[in-house]
């Protein structure tokens, strides 16, 4: 399977693990990367793990265990690692671009409030696909069809926040004062 960010691991039915803090993400081909460029790639990834969730989420009762499991393994360190990607470079050279009425609108703010619940939410998600993957049986595969569903929607919509309204105006600062 090909996705936007790579091709899918067929044994371990995951993607390859990026590290959003390593140098191959704050360089690019020598250069200082562009931070709306490594934003867009930060929601193709959240994307993959939203698309991941919600064929699991579908394919209730009867996942694939191994996917459970890599799934699992990758949702914590991902969204950590997003997140603080965000909050020390996005955020700070969004609100660098707000006018004085827009800044008062609290939205860097909500969004720090969104990646801690979003956090939390993960940890849990991935102790239930942790337990499927290790053969632990679906008590009710309702309830969990609707916690994956809850998680990968407001990721979805918090994404798509952040492309209406916080994706242009880094994307203004990536071209610079002379665009």
Same mark, same amino acid.
């Given at each position: 399977? $090909?996705?936007? &960010?790579?091709?899918?691991?067929?044994?371990? $039915? *995951?993607?390859?693990?990026?590290?959003?803090?390593?140098?191959?993400?704050?360089? $690019?081909?020598?250069? =200082? +990367?562009?931070? %709306?460029?490594?934003?867009?790639?930060?929601?193709?990834?959240?994307?993959?793990?939203?698309?991941?969730?919600?064929?699991?989420?579908? +394919?209730?009762?009867?996942?694939?265990?191994?996917?459970?499991?890599?799934?699992?393994?990758?949702?914590? #360190?991902?969204?950590?690692?997003? *997140? %603080? /990607?965000?909050? !020390?470079?996005?955020?700070?050279?969004?609100?660098?671009?707000?006018?004085?009425?827009? +800044?008062?609108?609290?939205?860097?703010?909500?969004?720090?409030?969104? *990646?801690?619940?979003?956090?939390? /939410?993960? &940890?849990?998600? @991935?102790?239930?696909?942790?337990?499927?993957? *290790?053969?632990? #049986?679906?008590?009710? @595969?309702? @309830?969990?069809?609707?916690?994956?569903?809850? /998680?990968?929607?407001?990721?979805?919509?918090?994404?798509?926040?952040? !492309?209406?309204?916080?994706?242009? !105006?880094?994307?203004?600062?990536? =071209?610079?004062?002379?665009?």
């Amino acid at each position: 399977m $090909q996705s936007e &960010g790579g091709d899918l691991n067929k044994e371990t $039915q *995951h993607w390859p693990t990026r590290s959003w803090t390593s140098a191959a993400f704050s360089r $690019q081909a020598g250069t =200082e +990367a562009i931070p %709306g460029e490594v934003m867009k790639l930060a929601h193709r990834e959240k994307l993959e793990l939203c698309f991941s969730l919600e064929s699991i989420a579908d +394919a209730l009762p009867n996942v694939d265990r191994l996917k459970c499991l890599g799934t699992a393994k990758k949702i914590v #360190p991902l969204l950590r690692d997003i *997140h %603080g /990607f965000e909050e !020390r470079v996005i955020f700070p050279a969004y609100e660098a671009h707000l006018t004085p009425a827009e +800044a008062k609108l609290a939205s860097t703010s909500r969004l720090r409030i969104e *990646h801690l619940e979003d956090q939390c /939410f993960a &940890g849990e998600v @991935a102790e239930t696909l942790l337990a499927i993957g *290790h053969g632990d #049986p679906i008590e009710s @595969a309702e @309830a969990v069809g609707f916690m994956l569903r809850g /998680f990968f929607e407001g990721l979805r919509r918090h994404i798509a926040f952040e !492309r209406e309204h916080v994706l242009p !105006r880094i994307v203004i600062s990536d =071209e610079g004062p002379d665009a």
